[in-house]
């Protein structure tokens, strides 16, 4: 299984911007599914976005026209880029892959780092 680890978190005022980083030990070329997971407390862990094999990308709502994921396979590196952060936004974020593609099919990893806080506040 592959370790995730992720930075970038850190205190941003609204409407600030803060770029998440995601490095990954092993290559990212095959994973089906890179993305970011949030939690804040008390409540459950959400998906945030979901950048795909085939260059597809996905948000939740709340986030939509805000976040921007990428991934470089070559780097074995996935982003989360951040803009006009709100407070709501404040929780601990986290890289997720799901599976490796194989001409069977995908096989389950099921991948997680252990998270980079990002709070916005005045």
């Known amino acids: 299984q592959a370790q995730l680890r992720e930075s970038g978190g850190g205190l941003v005022q609204p409407g600030g911007s803060l770029r998440l980083s995601c490095a990954a030990s092993?290559?990212?070329?095959?994973?089906?599914?890179m993305d970011w997971y949030r939690q804040a407390p008390g409540k459950q862990r959400e998906l945030v976005a979901v950048?795909?094999?085939?260059?597809?990308?996905r948000y939740a709502d709340s986030v939509k026209g805000r976040f921007t994921i990428s991934r470089d396979n070559a780097k074995k590196m996935v982003y989360l880029q951040m803009n006009s952060l709100k407070p709501e936004d404040t929780a601990v974020y986290y890289c997720?892959?799901?599976?490796?593609?194989?001409?069977?099919?995908?096989?389950?990893?099921?991948?997680w780092g252990q998270g980079t806080l990002v709070t916005v506040s005045s």
């Open positions: 950048a795909r094999s085939d260059g597809t990308t």
């Open positions: 997720h892959q799901d599976c490796v593609i194989t001409i069977e099919g995908c096989n389950p990893v099921d991948a």
């Open positions: 092993r290559s990212i070329s095959s994973i089906n599914a």
